[in-house]
């Protein structure tokens, strides 16, 4: 029995092997499609307005850089953050090691996920952003997006749609 056991064991891992796991590329530029911020830790004063594309760089050491701009109480803020692979594909650990992006791909062309999260047990979502190459509305998109924010526990009323912009301009007072 172990002998079976083990023999099922080696196949699998060599079935495993001999298929290259497909690889994500999230390099270029992005638009926010929709966003959820959960409103347990982020206030809703401070959910982003205006969002400028999010560009996202391979970096010599094979991380990502994302980087966007966002509009928030008027101000223009610049995020920078670096993704950095971990052995789950889609699973990138961020925010100096403080939480992980789940990237996950959608049935439509070009429209990704990007979850992120707090590191450990238990710990929330603080947005979850639909993303596409373009910045055209796709519903189908959209409608998948809703069904995985209420997977992981979000409300769909917090839904929201921040309006692109290619450049940030603060909002006089």
Same mark, same amino acid.
């Given at each position: 029995m172990k002998t079976l056991f083990l023999s099922i064991m080696l196949l699998g891992l060599v079935a495993a092997l001999s298929f290259p796991s497909e690889e994500l590329n999230i390099t270029g530029t992005w638009y926010t499609k929709a966003m959820v911020v959960n409103t347990s830790r982020v206030p809703g004063w401070k959910r982003p307005r205006k969002v400028v594309p999010m560009r996202v760089t391979s970096?010599?050491?094979? !991380?990502?850089e994302a980087k966007t701009t966002l509009l928030i109480n008027g101000r223009c803020l610049e995020k920078k953050i670096t993704l950095q692979k971990t052995e789950e594909p889609g699973r990138?650990?961020? %925010? $100096? $090691?403080? /939480? %992980?992006v789940l990237v996950e791909?959608? #049935? =439509?062309?070009e429209h990704y996920i990007f979850y992120c999260q707090d590191q /450990? #047990?238990?710990k929330t979502p603080g947005a979850v952003k639909l993303m596409g190459? !373009? #910045?055209? =509305?796709n519903l189908e998109a959209l409608e998948e997006f809703r069904k995985f924010t209420q997977r992981k526990g979000l409300l769909a009323k917090d839904i929201f749609t921040p309006e692109l912009t290619e450049t940030c301009v603060p909002e006089q007072e």
């Open positions: 970096l010599e050491d094979g !991380t990502w990138y650990r961020a %925010f $100096h $090691h403080k /939480g %992980f791909e959608l #049935p =439509e062309q /450990g #047990p238990g190459r !373009t #910045p055209e =509305e």
